[in-house]
């Protein structure tokens, strides 16, 4: 059953009819309801498209934490034969909200890295909800190492609310982690790409989105603070976060005109959590096209095309 | 006639050298409530003569002090795209960068400037807190390449001193693609092999932290700032529970590893001049009778000179 976000409740209603009387049918075989349930789920199908035509930047966030919107483990699922995770950072702990290790793309050995949200309580509890602490930065910072060594590309799918500010976190140096991972993603000698699937909240997404290729799906969001977080700070009402949401230009469509991603990665209509294979598909492809895009550069082209992708960055604004 | 007449003194001699009589001439300490005489707390470098504590000072007042005979020569910081996302919340932001420019008579949060520490020649970078909280965007991003560009090519260490809330808001994702911009600022001084000093100053907060400050080869800290990924009340909204006293201070950073000293202010000038010395493989400084500098930076002093009368004329 899906789970619908607030402003699809006119659709809820559609489809819910749609279903009871499909229902009431498999109950009372003497009911033909054919023709009534077709005539709501186009009537549904329609209103979907209409709603997810043009959604606003507040509407996107939900969508892009919609809790069945696929997750790393099914890109990494789907996309990746081989895959063998690789855990901790040597040094205190593995961080379940990063996920990383060894996979093959397309027949080719690669390393992947993610965060991971949940799917459930549980599994949401023990991936902290994909907010990482220093040891996930850690873990990730050794693999792409590790990935610079052998001359293996980095894939990195970004879904994070955020690094987690908690206080054993801090302790151990959440902003230390984070800076060197910025640098080790600015450092590797291999090609790196990096998919905003969901959430790319700030810079627990910037240390694994610091790539020479940068894709998001349509839907996802990007951002240097939550809209609440910005509505509490600049409106003083977290209530205000559709202004901030809109404010903040944190959509795909946004930041490509401003130049900060390369790629909008379509999703299927009413988001990638109402046909799954289709936006993992569609993700499949991006990657391909943005590894084929670097393929033939040397390891100290690839450092420097993308130490001169950032410095570029900013240097346009968006159109008045 | 006295080589010092060359020089063409900063900006900010030319403001206090004005005869007007300030409209506080007492201060009071935020931390003890100590009355301090004006010229008594800035010949301290903001500093309470009283408990210690330490106050914001602005870049320019730092580096007065800092700089050997206070001189020092701006570095041009390359001109951003002003309102980049034409951002509105209750203020537009064109409107809250010309509060913050007159508020400090500063066009930005950071100033760059090149000059001599114990007669050692370093570029040094500073961020201003009373500008917009110091925030970081396109402009703190462009000063710190500068800054850095500047040292590579001079071959000189970088020191920087860092104070702001975070990231602006304002400038949305291009603030945050300055944690990026940043990172290769510092990766340029390193592949030059040049030290790069990061003093911690309060408050030095988020992606500021999550960046640039946290990448030196030396972390010193002033006392008691604040310095943090994540801010206190944050973390206790999210855990639930009372911080423990001093969280997140200098002090209890430098007992978790990720500093190497907290330094007094008044005590960093020389603590400067004695690391830089140390890692540029100099003799250690000498005190007392100073030669004329090279007249290479007696030029460099000297190209600020239309700019600087300019700017006096004009007042
Ligand atoms: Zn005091």
Redesign the pocket.
Known sequence: MTQYLDFEKPLAEIEGKAEELRALARANEEMDVADEAAALDAKAAQLLTDLYKDLTPWRKCQVARHPERPHCQDYIKALFDEYTPLAGDRNFADDHAVMGGLARFEGRPVMVIGHEKGSDTKSRIERNFGMARPEGYRKAIRLMEMAGKFGLPVITLVDTPGAYPGKGAEERGQSEAIARATEACLQIGVPLVSVVIGEGGSGGAVAFATANRVAMLEHSIYSVISPEGCASILWKDAEKMREAAEALRITAQNLNELGVIDTIITEPTGGAHRDSPAAIQAVKVAIQEMLEDLDGLKPAELVKDRRQKFLDMGAKGLAA | MNWITNYVRPRINSIFSRREVPENLWHK?S????MLFHRELSDNLNV?T????HMAITPRARFEALFDGGIFTEVAVPEPVADPLKFRDQKKYPDRMKAAQKKTGEEEAMLVACGEIGRTPIVATAQDFSFMGGSMGMYVGNAIIAAAQEAVKLKRPLVLFSAAGGARMQEGILSLMQMPRTTVAVQMLKEAGLPYIVVLTHPTTGGVTASYAMLGDVHISEPNALICFAGPRVIEQTIREKLPEGFQRAEYLLDHGMLDRVTPRTKMRQELITITRMLLGLPPQVVGDLPAPAPEEQNAAEEVAPDASSEEAAE
């Open positions: 300490c931390e003890c409530g100590t309470c009283s408990c210690d504590h």
